[in-house]
């Protein structure tokens, strides 16, 4: 994923967030997915965990003020 220029204390904190969610195990991801979602079974899939916990990350910030 590539470092986006960031402009504002918010968008910092998504971009750092968004950022390290690559760096994560599968095992790593459940742990954030199941923070976010409050599921206990959270899917296996890499991509589909990244995509979901990413999606969460910015409805958060940016949707839910």
């Known amino acids: 994923m590539e470092t986006i220029e960031k402009t504002e204390p918010r968008q910092e ?3 750092r ?3 390290a969610l690559c760096a994560m195990s599968i095992k790593e991801l459940k742990v954030r997915y199941k923070e976010l ?4 079974d959270p899917p296996s899939q890499k991509d589909y965990l990244l995509r979901r916990i990413a999606y969460k990350i910015q409805e958060k910030a940016y949707v839910n003020r």
């Open 17 to 19: 967030q968004l950022n």
């Open 37 to 40: 979602y409050g599921e206990d």
């Open 13 to 15: 904190s998504v971009l």
